[in-house]
């Protein structure tokens, strides 16, 4: 190899290495501006728990399930639609839904 592709491949090298070090770091920035939200999933498109019988990640058996979370922006979650909601937006905590 030559010394010009050599430090082109060090160089494309120290690149991915530093990428992938800085990601955990950003995901837990972004992580840490989210919230869950219950009640605002789409039918399996929640991140995490869906009650008795399902395991995690878009599990959810129906769309807007009061106890299936997505996160979300924080502040967003009790500004957003939920049909199932008593308040008829999405909630911090699982909640009863109503009845249609």
Request: aromatic share 4%.
């Amino acid at each position: 190899m030559n010394k010009t592709m050599t430090t082109a491949s060090l160089a494309l090298a120290l690149g991915a290495a530093l990428t992938v070090a800085a990601s955990p770091a950003f995901a837990a920035d972004s992580a840490a501006d989210k919230e869950k939200c219950y009640g605002v999933a789409l039918k399996g498109k929640n991140d995490c728990k869906a009650g008795a019988g399902t395991s995690c990640a878009g599990t959810s058996k129906t769309d807007y399930q009061s106890n299936a979370w997505t996160l979300v922006p924080k502040g967003t979650c009790e500004k957003t639609v939920s049909s199932t909601s008593p308040t008829g937006k999405g909630q911090l905590a699982e909640f009863k839904e109503k009845k249609a």
